[in-house]
């Protein structure tokens, strides 16, 4: 059984800046997706297994930054210039294949989900 913990998450003013992390049970490919009422789950940002490839969409280029951890098999996601439409849960997740994949369909192991709020 694959676990992920997530922590970090929070309210923090526009232009602030929060950080996600995910640890898992084993070494994966790792994706942080996002969702609010209403709306699909999106991707935000997939690394791959080795952390050599990373996706990112473009709501957050050049915002968040996402790294690993391998020996500790934690995942992070520093999240920069925060704005109220990134308010929402987000949720790291785990894939087995090993290239960077964007579709939630493609992730089989999910965390519990974590709050992040961006007053105006």
């Known amino acids: 059984q694959v676990q992920l913990i997530e922590s970090g998450g929070g309210l923090v003013q526009a232009g602030g800046s929060l950080r996600l992390s995910c640890a898992a049970s084993?070494?994966?490919?790792m994706g942080w997706f996002r969702q609010t009422p209403g709306k699909e789950r999106e991707v935000v940002v997939a690394?791959?297994?080795?952390?050599?490839?990373?996706y990112y969409a473009t709501s957050v280029k050049g915002r968040f930054t996402s790294s690993r951890d391998n020996a500790k098999n934690t995942v992070y996601l520093q999240m920069n210039s925060l704005k109220p439409e990134d308010t929402a849960v987000y949720y790291c997740?785990?894939?087995?294949?090993?290239?960077?994949?964007?579709?939630?369909?493609?992730?089989?192991?999910w965390g519990q989900g974590t709050q992040v709020t961006v007053s105006s």
């Open positions: 084993g070494r994966y490919t």
């Open positions: 690394i791959s297994r080795s952390g050599e490839s990373t």
């Open positions: 997740a785990a894939s087995t294949y090993v290239s960077t994949v964007t579709s939630r369909y493609d992730y089989a192991y």
